[in-house]
Nanobody, 117 residues
C-alpha cells in the first residue's frame, strides 16, 4: 500500500476557499485512481471527486462547478481546490488511492474542513 498524508483543512467562512493536498509515498506500484471522500457524523463516507488516471474525472453533483481536483505527478500529490464553500461542505475529508495490482485501497488520516455560515 501507499502512504497518504493530507493537509490544508481548516476553518473558513461561507463563500471562502481552501485547497487540500494529499501526498503519496511508499510503494512503487503505479496509482491508477486517486481522489477525495468526505464524511460527517452518523453518515457514510461519500465521494467528492476522483481522477481515474487516463480515463476521466468524477465529481459529486453537490460540488460540480465549485471544486476542482488536480494532480502533480512530480510531487506525487493530488489537490482539491474548494471554492464557494458552503456550510454543508463541513466534513472530514479523506484522500484515497488505488494502485495497479493492489486490492486494498489506501486512505489518508483525514483532514477537518469546517465552513461557518
Amino acid at each position: 500500500q501507499v502512504q497518504l498524508v493530507e493537509s490544508g483543512g481548516g476553518l473558513v467562512q461561507a463563500g471562502g476557499s481552501l485547497r487540500l493536498s494529499c501526498e503519496a509515498s511508499g510503494s512503487g506500484r503505479s496509482i491508477n485512481a486517486a481522489g477525495w471522500y468526505r464524511q460527517t457524523p452518523g453518515n457514510q463516507r461519500e465521494l467528492v471527486a476522483e481522477i481515474i488516471i487516463g480515463r476521466r474525472i468524477n465529481y459529486a453533483d453537490s460540488v460540480k462547478g465549485r471544486f476542482t481536483i488536480s494532480r502533480d505527478n512530480a510531487k506525487n500529490t493530488v489537490y482539491l481546490q474548494m471554492n464557494s464553500l458552503k456550510a454543508e461542505d463541513t466534513a472530514i475529508y479523506y484522500c484515497y488511492a488505488k494502485q495497479i495490482g493492489v486490492i486494498v485501497t489506501s486512505w489518508g488520516q483525514g483532514t477537518q474542513v469546517t465552513v461557518s455560515s
